[in-house]
């Protein structure tokens, strides 16, 4: 059985990484079907993250690092904009095989620029190659260069995009996702069920972090006092500024859906995977060693075994469901009802079909 990611879900979202992961599962081949299956992302990134990171290496890596963080970004960039035209090609937006929402940041309008499927009809200058959508949103500031393209719509009106990582806005693009479907219910779009305002229990959410260091503690208030433009930008291989924008635009989206989706009783609902615990080389953005590449494969398959967490609403902090199982357990639940929920809208199409 073919099955893909792009059959069972209405709308697929994600920010930087996740954003090109998006595009990977929806974008179509020849034939019509997602250019990779879910189980080809990893093999993806352990082939190609060696060279898209490539690792300064010597006695004085971390000055040559420092160096380069006061001069300009950490890489060109330059592999990585090719891999992802050579994969995407011509594709556009409104081509996907179901809806995409991909956030990146307009670094000189300074505001949040959203490329959704959902909007092409109404904004069709934003129907551009997934190629530079996906370059945009991967752009993350210290480590890759921002990016400038033009798109040009079928009336020969064209528009500028100056655009960085659209972690910068939604780090966790879920809300804006959610947001995005709302609008399309309440236009009565017929692809949705009329639903009530604020009955999330009509959604299913998975939502997959990329995992952080929040229980190590590496900053605190003592370090940051002292640190100024180069300590913000470079602290021990990491990047203090980039991590605390990140990781607080993640946390408010977490802490917001999982309050919302509690107090409507539909906890059941959203499914959060992120691992808070990382350390080390694992929890940087960019050390693709084959070892820690081999360390970040083998913390995705110990996360799978973990217990799912939601976030207690009185401390913010992450915490093992009561009941809940683990989260291989959880996916294996969600994927049953989006299964029946795809044979539901099949037999009803089949219905309204055969009843004109």
Known sequence: MDARLADYFDVIAGTSTGGLITAMLTAPNNDKRPLYAAKDIVPFYLENCPKIFPQTRGPFAWMVNIFKAMIGPKYNGKYLHKLIKDILGDTR????????????????????TIFSSYQVTSKPIIDALLSDICISTSAAPTYFPAYYFKNQDEQGNEKEFNLIDGGVAANNPALVAISEVTKQVFKQNTDFFPIKPMDYGRFLVISIGTGSEKTDHKYNAKMAAKWGVLGWLSNNGSTPLVDVFNQASADMVDVHLSVVFQALHSENNYLRIQDDSLSGTVSSVDVSTKENMKNLVQVGETLLKKPVSQVNIDTGDSEPLQNGGTNEEAIKRFAKLLSDEKKFRESKYIDMKESK
Do not use: A, K, M
């Not at 937006?93 to 949040?112: A, E, G, K, R």
């Open 93 to 112: 937006l409104h081509n996907t095989l179901t809806s995409v929402v991909i956030p990146t940041f307009d670094i000189q309008n300074l505001q949040p």
